[in-house]
């Protein structure tokens, strides 16, 4: 059974940061594309960042610069460090695994996911 758990979010001042973690169990973590998500209240779910096996990373425009993702393959850990946090970053934060051999920015192109974790950024 394939398991993600997020852990990591919270209420921080803007201009803060966050390190988002996601330990994933039952599946070959070495070889899976990774990625994060955010949705806010009444919006649709949307693409944050994800590494695929190689480790190469890919950024939603609007957090170019000031997020990076990275995994840990010993630990089946991937992370999402938050710097220079805004307001609108505010929402929940879903961790995903994809079985895909290419790395994929879409919802549909994971097929695990976590609970999520809040963030919330105060102004």
């Known amino acids: 059974q394939v398991q993600l758990v997020e852990s990591g979010g919270g209420l921080v001042q803007a201009g803060g940061s966050l390190r988002l973690s996601c330990a994933a169990s039952?599946?070959?973590?070495?070889?899976?594309?990774m990625g994060w998500f955010r949705q806010a209240p009444g919006k649709e779910r949307e693409f944050v960042a994800a590494i695929g096996w190689s480790r190469n990373t890919y950024y939603a425009d609007s957090v170019k610069g000031r997020f990076t993702i990275s995994r840990d393959n010993a630990k089946n850990t991937v992370y999402l460090q938050m710097n220079s946090l805004k307001p609108e970053d505010t929402a929940v934060y879903y961790c995903a695994a994809s079985s895909r051999l290419r790395v994929g920015s879409r919802p549909p192109d994971y097929n695990y996911w976590g609970q999520g974790t809040q963030v919330t950024v105060s102004s």
């Open positions: 039952g599946l070959p973590f070495t070889g899976y594309p």
